[in-house]
């Protein structure tokens, strides 16, 4: 278990398996051709085994080089031949990523040359890097927390404009900063209460004279409030960060694929105006209305003709069946059909959003077949995809669903992971419990425990305190040489 008196996270004791001392390498560049790899090296032995791999081309040792100066000359092999002209930059622990000795050869990026550098060097003594074992490294090492590491595995996969804001902020350290404030405030209120614990016959006061157990129940009510604005945001934090699996359902030729193209912004489905175009289920990861949706454009649900469009229908229903936010499209030049009202009697229980299309067109929809499809929607909005006429109305639904209006990814404090959940929302019923312990008269000795057990469940969910599973499993979704 890693220590609460461990800055960061840093470890203590010899409970977590981390080879300290030990070597590793791996390529930190994405894998395949390009014009610049970067194989990284870290551990004690990191500019040994540069010193045995490159050879600046002035002559001297590596070392002569010093940290943060970047040299260049030729990598080589074990029996001394040449595999590539490179550049090595050199970080001395603990200023680096890691907080030990790091070594970084910059090569160029082909698969035959990066493979053939990686292997001279462990061929120098390096090790394999494991998944996310330079910044497993840099948690341990102190260099940032455990939500700043988990922020940096989201940042190098955020493919959305969204992801990268969130992870940004968190990699930044909003998250960690909110959480300390609030440990803060409750190691400002264990003060008071140890002081009236130790001193029982003694009035304290705080600085301004005002009684002390005025300010813990403030404080208290403050740390309460904090957290609770905290959860909140995990709504839209896991929508951004997970993403949430959205499909576009109806009948055929409503415009599922048209609408599917607007909110992609591009033509990646087929169009044409003979029902059943679409056979298979198409998917796309798009930004809307504050979240990350993972889209799914399906096959016209009606009674299909022949065995290729019942498989296209059969997808389409275990779509809609596993999805977490249904946009389903209508046709607003005409009534609803009885396949259209069977496809509203077995929606899941999940939010939907009714998209009335062609509405550049007469409207042949009734009011009370309108009326009909807004009470089976959480949302309507009518929409022309011929034109785009009405599509950004659909961002402000999404949001509106998400609470995406109420948290700002580029200035708040979010959390997006299960496991942040869990343990701010133990934190959470500590602080409460407190709270209404304090204000029911019970003793300081029992407000002091739920104080305690609360900063503590808040240590957790950045790295103090959490146990090394949890520590391996979130560091083994990361890519290898991150």
């Known amino acids: ?40 090296i870290s ?55 890691t907080g030990e000795d790091v070594a970084e050869i910059s090569c160029h990026g082909g698969v035959y040359v990066t493979r053939a550098v990686l292997e001279a060097v462990f061929a120098a003594g390096a090790r394999p890097a494991e998944a996310g074992e330079f910044t497993k490294r840099a948690f ?20 959305t404009g969204d992801r990268m804001a969130l992870s940004a902020g968190a990699a930044g350290g909003r998250l960690k900063n909110e959480l300390r404030r609030i440990t803060d405030r409750l190691t400002s209120s264990l003060s008071y209460l140890y002081a009236e614990i130790d001193y029982p016959d003694e009035e304290i006061t705080d ?25 909140a945001t995990y709504k839209r934090g896991s929508a951004v960060a997970d993403g949430v699996k959205a499909a576009v359902v109806g009948v055929p030729n409503v415009g599922k694929s048209s609408l599917f193209n607007a909110l992609c912004g591009d033509d990646g489905a087929i169009v044409t105006d003979l029902p059943g175009t679409t056979r298979d289920v198409l ?12 889209l799914s454009d399906t096959a016209g649900l009606r009674e299909a003709e022949n065995e290729v469009e019942s498989i296209g229908v059969e997808r389409a229903l275990r779509e809609m069946e596993t999805a977490e936010l249904i946009f389903a499209v209508f046709d607003g030049s005409r009534p609803l059909t009885d396949g259209e ?23 042949g929809l009734p009011e009370t077949e309108a009326g009909e499809i807004e009470k089976n929607h959480d949302k309507t909005v009518r929409v022309s995809c011929l034109t785009g006429d009405g599509v950004p109305d659909l961002d402000r639904a999404v949001a509106e669903l998400f609470d995406s209006d109420s948290v700002d990814l580029g200035s708040d404090a979010v959390i997006w992971d299960a496991r942040q959940r869990a343990d701010l929302s133990v934190a959470h019923g ?8 304090l204000e029911s008269g019970e ?8 104080c305690e057990s609360a900063a503590a469940k808040l240590g957790e969910t950045d790295g103090r305190g959490v146990t090394e599973e949890i520590v391996n499993a979130i560091f083994s979704r990361f890519c290898v040489g991150k």
């Open 341 to 363: 009202r069977e496809m509203m009697k077995n929606y899941p229980a999940v939010p939907r959003i009714a998209v009335i299309n062609k509405c550049d067109l007469a409207s």
């Open 140 to 159: 341990i090492n102190g260099k940032m927390t455990l939500s700043e590491a988990e922020a940096v595995g989201l940042l190098i996969d955020a493919d």
């Open 443 to 450: 003793s300081a000795d029992a407000v002091c425990t739920l």
């Open 43 to 97: 551990g004690d032995g990191a500019w040994d085994a540069a010193e045995k791999t490159f050879f600046p081309a002035g002559g001297g040792a590596v070392r002569e080089i010093g940290p943060r100066r970047a040299a260049f000359g030729e990598v080589r092999g074990r029996d001394g031949g040449l595999i590539d002209r490179a550049v090595l930059t050199l970080y001395r622990g603990p200023a680096s990523f």
């Open 430 to 437: 500590l602080v409460r419990d407190a709270l209404r312990a």
């Open 283 to 294: 998917r796309r990861t798009v930004s809307i209305g504050g979240i990350t949706a993972l």
């Open 207 to 231: 600085g301004s004279g005002r009684d002390g157990g005025e300010e813990v129940l403030d404080t208290l009510r403050e740390a309460e409030s904090s957290l609770d604005r905290l959860l």
């Open 1 to 40: 278990m890693f220590s609460e008196d461990s800055p960061d996270g840093a470890v203590k004791g010899k409970s977590v398996k981390v080879s300290i001392g030990d070597t590793i390498a791996a390529v930190s560049t994405p894998r395949g051709r390009g014009g610049v790899a970067v194989i990284r």
